[in-house]
């Protein structure tokens, strides 16, 4: 897809999509500047990349705090000068509840990753590519950033938010040469959707048309495509990758 020496940045990169959207990169020869709450798991992958020869680094990066992905943005522009993509990966989920009993921490908490992470990055990853002279965006939003979903009203609105931030700063920059684009994965294995889950990887079939879950391969699948020059006339667009479920 044209990303060798691409300079792209991944939150949230050493665990399920972004992890395996780290991997396929590295593959296509892009340099990688990781962001990851985890140190160890973070350290872990950047050895991983090297040994396989890639090119990459590493920064703790709390997405919540705006230093910290200011400081990771930086960190690209130092070592190559440029910025050309980002999936904008970090996220978590917490219990599930109805609002009335919904801990405030855990509202507050993905609010601030999930969505304000998301507008800090893209802050910074926006500056640094108006500087480059262009680049992709790709933000990592949902199923549940364009249906809902009970008992997750805090989840659901951070994701609807990511949408909506996703098309209007796509507007902001679409006469720049700058794509802003979200992916929408439907259950995905990961870590996280294991957790949920207790690893019943059938637990979801009966709400996907497909009546499977996602691979982490099929989401990175997508958003290589949307970091790559052959979606050059794509902004402002969410691209579901959910077996089916969005069209019902």
Known sequence: MNL????????????GMGREVCLALARQGASLVIGNRGVESGEALLAEIRALGGEALFRATDVSRAA????????AMDRYGRLDGAFNNAGLQRAFNPI?????????????????????????EAAAMLHSGGGSIVNNAS???????PDTAYYVASKHGIVGAT?????????CDIRVN???????????????????????????????????????NAVLWLLSEQSSYVTGTTLSVDGGMSAQ
């Open 4 to 15: 060798e020496n691409k300079v792209i940045i991944v939150t949230g990169g050493a665990s």
């Open 68 to 75: 910290d992905c200011a400081a990771l943005v930086q960190l």
């Open 100 to 124: 009335h009993t919904t801990p405030e921490e855990d509202l507050s908490e993905v609010i601030d990753i999930n969505l304000k992470g998301v507008l800090y990055m893209m802050k910074y």
């Open 143 to 149: 199923i549940f950033g364009l249906k809902a979903m």
């Open 167 to 175: 098309r209007s700063v796509a507007l902001d920059y679409a006469n």
């Open 182 to 220: 979200a992916v929408c994965p439907g259950p995905i294995k990961t870590p996280s959707f294991d957790r949920v889950t207790g690893g019943d990887d059938h637990m979801y079939d009966e709400g996907v048309p497909m009546r499977r879950i996602g691979w982490p391969a099929e989401v990175s």
